[in-house]
Each structure stands twice: as structure tokens, then as C-alpha cells.
């Protein structure tokens, strides 16, 4: 019995070190996917990076070119880092949202064992 306490309790050592692992690659994959995504999805049937994209023809335009003044670089990091910041956030408030929901459910559990 004291030898099976032992390997569950290795298990569940070795479970929260994988979870750790897990959280961090999972925040490294949010970090690089809105980049990943800018520079290689096709947005209105345009690749961003492209570079046919950002050659303007002002004669077929109503307007002024309001990317006129902007390097591939500069609007890539003008539309990839806001993005970045919104999927960091958004993940950051699901994480805490979830750490305060099982602290609660623990809270629960704990009152629910107390002797009566």
C-alpha cells in the first residue's frame, strides 16, 4: 500500500511538471501565431508579405494611399503586434478566469468535508 501511495504520488508530480510545460508552450505558440498568421494568411485575396502588394498604382484609386508612407516591416508589425497583444490578453484573462474558478471549487470541496 505505502508503495502505490509513493508512485501516485510520482504521477502527480510528473503531471503538474507536464501541465507547466504544456502552459508554456501553448503561451509561445499564442505569442508567434497572429505574426505567423498576418504574414502568410491571404487578407482580401492578398498575401501581406507579398510584395506586389505594397506597390501602389495611385491611378486607380478614388483617394490618396493611406499606406503610402509605410514599409512592409512597418505594417506588418503595425497590424501583427496589436493582434499579439489582443491574443496575449485574451489569454491571460481566460487563465486567470480558470485559476479563480478551481480556487472557488476548492474553497467549495474544503467546506464540503468539514465535519458536521
Not at 509513493?6 to 505574426?35: C, H, W, Y
Amino acid at each position: 500500500m505505502e508503495r502505490m501511495t509513493r508512485d501516485m504520488n510520482e504521477i502527480a508530480r510528473k503531471t503538474q511538471t507536464e501541465t507547466v510545460s504544456m502552459k508554456i508552450i501553448t503561451l509561445v505558440t499564442l505569442f508567434f501565431l497572429p505574426g505567423t498568421f498576418i504574414s502568410v494568411g491571404r487578407i482580401f485575396s492578398l498575401t501581406l508579405m507579398s510584395t506586389d502588394v505594397f506597390q501602389t498604382n495611385n491611378d486607380s484609386r478614388e483617394g490618396p494611399d493611406p499606406y503610402a508612407g509605410l514599409t512592409p516591416l512597418q505594417l506588418y508589425l503595425a497590424s501583427s503586434l496589436p493582434l499579439t497583444t489582443v491574443t496575449l490578453l485574451f489569454w491571460a484573462a481566460f487563465h486567470l478566469y480558470e485559476r479563480q474558478k478551481e480556487k472557488e471549487k476548492k474553497i467549495w470541496l474544503d467546506s464540503a468535508m468539514l465535519p458536521v
